[in-house]
Protein backbone atom coordinates (compact mmCIF):
# COMPACT_ATOMS: atom_id res chain seq x y z
CA UNK A 1 0.00 0.00 0.00
CA UNK A 2 1.00 3.67 -0.80
CA UNK A 3 2.77 5.70 1.92
CA UNK A 4 0.83 8.01 4.21
CA UNK A 5 0.62 11.35 3.73
CA UNK A 6 2.81 13.52 5.49
CA UNK A 7 1.62 15.24 8.76
CA UNK A 8 2.82 18.49 7.53
CA UNK A 9 0.39 18.40 4.42
CA UNK A 10 -2.26 19.43 6.70
CA UNK A 11 -0.50 22.67 8.26
CA UNK A 12 -1.55 24.24 5.19
CA UNK A 13 -4.62 26.63 4.33
CA UNK A 14 -7.34 24.80 3.79
CA UNK A 15 -7.91 25.09 -0.10
CA UNK A 16 -4.54 23.94 -0.84
CA UNK A 17 -5.35 20.86 1.07
CA UNK A 18 -8.39 20.23 -0.33
CA UNK A 19 -7.01 20.68 -3.88
CA UNK A 20 -4.38 18.23 -2.80
CA UNK A 21 -6.16 15.68 -1.39
CA UNK A 22 -7.39 15.04 -4.20
CA UNK A 23 -6.60 11.53 -5.48
CA UNK A 24 -5.20 10.50 -2.60
CA UNK A 25 -6.21 7.03 -1.22
CA UNK A 26 -8.30 7.10 2.46
CA UNK A 27 -8.05 3.91 4.09
CA UNK A 28 -10.28 2.42 6.85
CA UNK A 29 -9.31 -0.48 8.80
CA UNK A 30 -11.91 -2.16 9.85
CA UNK A 31 -11.06 -5.58 11.91
CA UNK A 32 -8.65 -7.98 9.24
CA UNK A 33 -10.60 -6.03 6.55
CA UNK A 34 -9.32 -2.29 4.41
CA UNK A 35 -12.01 -0.24 3.11
CA UNK A 36 -10.94 2.26 0.60
CA UNK A 37 -11.49 4.77 -1.85
CA UNK A 38 -9.72 7.41 -3.76
CA UNK A 39 -11.13 11.39 -2.77
CA UNK A 40 -12.19 12.72 -5.77
CA UNK A 41 -14.32 16.05 -4.19
CA UNK A 42 -13.54 18.21 -1.29
CA UNK A 43 -14.88 21.32 0.27
CA UNK A 44 -12.26 23.83 2.40
CA UNK A 45 -13.63 25.74 5.71
CA UNK A 46 -12.36 28.63 7.25
CA UNK A 47 -12.60 30.22 10.60
CA UNK A 48 -14.72 33.24 11.74
CA UNK A 49 -15.11 35.03 8.69
CA UNK A 50 -16.71 31.77 6.20
CA UNK A 51 -20.10 32.41 7.03
CA UNK A 52 -20.27 28.26 6.19
CA UNK A 53 -17.86 27.21 8.68
CA UNK A 54 -19.14 25.91 12.20
CA UNK A 55 -15.79 27.99 13.64
CA UNK A 56 -18.10 31.52 12.72
CA UNK A 57 -20.28 30.26 14.90
CA UNK A 58 -20.06 31.24 18.49
CA UNK A 59 -18.17 28.60 20.78
CA UNK A 60 -18.76 25.13 20.21
CA UNK A 61 -17.16 22.01 20.29
CA UNK A 62 -16.58 21.83 16.65
CA UNK A 63 -14.69 24.96 16.70
CA UNK A 64 -12.63 24.17 19.45
CA UNK A 65 -11.50 20.94 17.48
CA UNK A 66 -10.96 23.09 14.43
CA UNK A 67 -8.36 25.34 16.42
CA UNK A 68 -6.57 22.12 17.33
CA UNK A 69 -3.74 19.90 15.53
CA UNK A 70 -4.13 19.33 12.15
CA UNK A 71 -4.55 16.10 10.56
CA UNK A 72 -6.65 14.64 12.70
CA UNK A 73 -10.42 13.75 12.18
CA UNK A 74 -13.07 15.71 12.95
CA UNK A 75 -16.57 14.03 12.85
CA UNK A 76 -19.52 15.49 13.85
CA UNK A 77 -23.65 15.00 12.82
CA UNK A 78 -25.39 16.91 10.06
CA UNK A 79 -29.09 15.63 9.38
CA UNK A 80 -28.61 12.12 10.35
CA UNK A 81 -25.45 11.45 8.51
CA UNK A 82 -21.79 11.47 10.12
CA UNK A 83 -19.60 13.97 8.07
CA UNK A 84 -15.57 13.32 7.60
CA UNK A 85 -13.16 16.74 7.95
CA UNK A 86 -9.52 17.00 8.29
CA UNK A 87 -8.32 19.45 10.43
CA UNK A 88 -5.91 21.95 8.53
CA UNK A 89 -3.67 25.02 9.80
CA UNK A 90 -1.52 25.26 12.61
CA UNK A 91 -2.90 25.78 15.57
CA UNK A 92 -4.95 27.81 16.70
CA UNK A 93 -6.06 29.23 13.03
CA UNK A 94 -9.32 27.41 13.09
CA UNK A 95 -9.84 25.22 9.69
CA UNK A 96 -10.78 22.26 7.99
CA UNK A 97 -11.80 20.08 4.74
CA UNK A 98 -14.93 18.04 4.21
CA UNK A 99 -14.21 15.02 2.50
CA UNK A 100 -17.39 14.84 -0.21
CA UNK A 101 -17.06 11.46 -2.64
CA UNK A 102 -14.86 8.71 -3.26
CA UNK A 103 -14.25 6.28 -5.53
CA UNK A 104 -14.65 2.90 -4.31
CA UNK A 105 -11.36 0.30 -4.33
CA UNK A 106 -10.69 -1.61 -1.71
CA UNK A 107 -13.70 -3.62 0.69
CA UNK A 108 -16.32 -2.75 -2.33
CA UNK A 109 -18.84 -5.80 -1.13
CA UNK A 110 -18.39 -4.99 2.68
CA UNK A 111 -19.25 -1.47 1.82
CA UNK A 112 -22.05 -2.26 -0.09
CA UNK A 113 -23.58 -4.34 2.90
CA UNK A 114 -22.79 -1.31 5.56
CA UNK A 115 -25.09 0.65 2.76
CA UNK A 116 -27.28 -1.77 2.03
CA UNK A 117 -27.13 -0.96 -1.90
CA UNK A 118 -25.99 -2.53 -5.05
CA UNK A 119 -25.34 0.67 -6.61
CA UNK A 120 -21.47 1.38 -7.13
CA UNK A 121 -22.32 4.76 -8.71
CA UNK A 122 -24.11 5.95 -5.42
CA UNK A 123 -21.93 3.87 -3.18
CA UNK A 124 -19.76 6.48 -1.72
CA UNK A 125 -20.93 9.85 -3.66
CA UNK A 126 -21.44 12.04 -0.84
CA UNK A 127 -20.18 13.00 2.38
CA UNK A 128 -23.29 10.79 4.70
CA UNK A 129 -22.47 7.47 2.09
CA UNK A 130 -19.28 7.18 2.05
CA UNK A 131 -19.23 7.38 6.14
CA UNK A 132 -22.06 4.76 6.09
CA UNK A 133 -20.15 2.39 4.05
CA UNK A 134 -16.75 2.77 5.81
CA UNK A 135 -18.79 2.68 9.03
CA UNK A 136 -16.82 6.24 9.65
CA UNK A 137 -18.48 8.02 13.33
CA UNK A 138 -18.45 9.66 16.15
CA UNK A 139 -16.00 7.01 17.80
CA UNK A 140 -13.44 8.14 14.85
CA UNK A 141 -13.83 11.60 16.12
CA UNK A 142 -9.89 12.89 16.70
CA UNK A 143 -7.56 10.50 15.74
CA UNK A 144 -4.42 11.05 13.60
CA UNK A 145 -4.89 9.93 9.47
CA UNK A 146 -1.05 10.60 9.20
CA UNK A 147 -0.43 7.88 11.59
CA UNK A 148 0.57 3.74 10.47
CA UNK A 149 -1.49 2.94 13.15
CA UNK A 150 -5.05 4.85 13.14
CA UNK A 151 -8.06 3.09 11.88
CA UNK A 152 -8.28 5.90 9.77
CA UNK A 153 -5.49 6.89 7.27
CA UNK A 154 -5.25 9.19 4.50
CA UNK A 155 -2.33 7.79 1.94
CA UNK A 156 -0.71 8.56 -1.38
CA UNK A 157 -1.86 6.98 -4.47
CA UNK A 158 -2.63 9.42 -7.73
CA UNK A 159 -2.23 12.60 -8.99
CA UNK A 160 -5.02 14.40 -10.33
CA UNK A 161 -3.53 17.02 -13.27
CA UNK A 162 -5.13 20.66 -12.84
CA UNK A 163 -6.70 20.40 -16.01
CA UNK A 164 -8.89 17.52 -14.78
CA UNK A 165 -9.81 19.71 -11.47
CA UNK A 166 -13.08 21.16 -10.97
CA UNK A 167 -14.18 23.86 -8.96
CA UNK A 168 -17.54 25.15 -7.45
CA UNK A 169 -19.13 26.98 -4.77
CA UNK A 170 -19.89 24.51 -1.67
CA UNK A 171 -23.04 22.34 -1.83
CA UNK A 172 -25.98 22.91 0.59
CA UNK A 173 -24.68 26.01 1.88
CA UNK A 174 -26.94 28.78 2.76
CA UNK A 175 -24.29 32.01 2.84
CA UNK A 176 -20.76 31.24 0.87
CA UNK A 177 -17.17 33.03 -0.04
CA UNK A 178 -17.27 34.58 -3.41
CA UNK A 179 -14.30 31.95 -4.27
CA UNK A 180 -15.36 28.38 -5.02
CA UNK A 181 -13.97 26.34 -2.30
CA UNK A 182 -15.35 22.74 -3.53
CA UNK A 183 -13.05 20.35 -5.51
CA UNK A 184 -13.57 17.67 -7.81
CA UNK A 185 -12.57 15.22 -10.20
CA UNK A 186 -13.80 16.42 -13.66
CA UNK A 187 -15.89 13.45 -15.10
CA UNK A 188 -15.10 11.27 -12.55
CA UNK A 189 -18.99 9.05 -11.99
CA UNK A 190 -18.53 8.95 -7.92
CA UNK A 191 -18.65 12.68 -7.60
CA UNK A 192 -21.71 13.73 -6.09
CA UNK A 193 -22.56 16.62 -8.32
CA UNK A 194 -20.73 17.64 -11.80
Known amino acids: ?12 DPETVARG ?34 ASKGDNWIRR ?3 GE ?3 TLIYMVHGHWLLNIVTMPPGMPSGVLIRALEPVSGIET ?14 SGPGRLTKALKIDKKLHGLPVFSPR ?3 QIRHYRNVPDELVGR ?27
Open 1 to 12: MAGLVEHEFYFR
Open 111 to 124: MMRNRGVRDLKRLT
Open 70 to 72: PGR
Open 21 to 54: LLGKLLVRRLGGEVLSGIIVETEAYYGDDDPASW
Open 150 to 152: SPI
Open 168 to 194: SGRIGVKHDLERPLRFYVKGNPYVSRP
Open 65 to 67: VMF
